[in-house]
């Protein structure tokens, strides 16, 4: 992946962990597809801006407070893999999250094309070299 690439990935993270939805869909392809873990409460495969949008606002919605932090980023070639931690407050439970992810995106055109979510690095790793295959 092109630095500039990278950087587009990094900075539309950046938007995300200051809540800045504005500027995150600057970063964003209109066919952008997001296909959530099974570890998180809203499972789904979200294509196109509109859906991109509607599951991080169930996401974030749900939560009385969320902070994120990139904690890697992989340059896997045609992909990069960004594991990230998520933590949180349910707004209805006050229960408290603490959840790592492991994202497989795509850029093309300098915005993100594909968001895929895995519970593992190594998950993440294994489906990127298929993506490239």
């Given at each position: 992946?092109?630095?500039?690439?990278?950087?587009?990935?990094?900075?539309?993270?950046?938007?995300?962990?200051?809540?800045?939805?504005?500027?995150?869909?600057?970063?964003?392809?209109?066919d952008i597809e997001w296909r959530t873990t099974p570890d998180v409460p809203f499972m789904g495969n979200y294509v196109g801006l509109d859906?991109?949008?509607?599951?991080?606002?169930?996401?974030?919605?749900?939560?009385?407070?969320?902070?994120?932090?990139?904690?890697?980023?992989?340059?896997?070639?045609?992909?990069?893999?960004?594991?990230?931690?998520?933590?949180?407050?349910?707004?209805?439970?006050?229960?408290?999250?603490?959840?790592?992810?492991?994202?497989?995106?795509?850029?093309?055109?300098?915005?993100?094309?594909?968001?895929?979510?895995?519970?593992?690095?190594?998950?993440?790793?294994?489906?990127?070299?298929?993506?490239?295959?």
């Amino acid at each position: 992946m092109s630095p500039e690439d990278l950087e587009t990935v990094r900075r539309a993270y950046d938007a995300f962990a200051r809540g800045d939805l504005e500027t995150l869909t600057i970063f964003l392809a209109p066919d952008i597809e997001w296909r959530t873990t099974p570890d998180v409460p809203f499972m789904g495969n979200y294509v196109g801006l509109d859906e991109f949008l509607r599951g991080m606002d169930e996401w974030t919605g749900a939560f009385e407070e969320i902070t994120t932090r990139v904690e890697e980023m992989i340059d896997a070639g045609q992909n990069v893999i960004v594991r990230h931690r998520m933590w949180g407050r349910g707004k209805d439970s006050g229960a408290e999250v603490d959840l790592s992810i492991c994202q497989v995106v795509a850029v093309r055109d300098g915005k993100l094309t594909r968001m895929h979510d895995y519970s593992t690095r190594e998950e993440a790793l294994e489906a990127a070299a298929q993506l490239q295959g």
